[in-house]
């Protein structure tokens, strides 16, 4: 599905790593994720990542953080691919 049909209870946190901070680190991480009928994120990986390994596993740990509505079709609950964009930026 795309992105813009995730919908948030509760939004990651955009944490930024003090160490990619201080080393100029920037990018975009794409991540695929999973989320379960209940609206559980049941798993999440690197789709595209910023060229930064920190940047990666922030990103991922972040959308962990995240809670989701169930996805909706025809009314009944169903598991969702999508994507899910980390802008690192300073």
């Known amino acids: 599905i795309p992105s813009s049909a995730l919908r948030y209870v509760k939004e990651p946190p955009q944490d930024y790593p003090l160490l990619s901070r201080r080393a100029r680190e920037q990018g975009v991480v794409t991540l695929r994720i999973t989320v379960d009928a209940n609206g559980r994120l049941k798993d999440a990986w690197v789709h595209k990542s910023s060229g930064f390994e920190r940047l990666d596993q922030a990103a991922l740990q972040s959308i962990r953080k995240a809670l989701f509505s169930p ?20």
């Open 71 to 90: 996805y909706m079709e025809n009314g009944s609950a169903i598991d969702i691919q999508a994507l899910a964009a980390f802008d690192y930026s300073l």
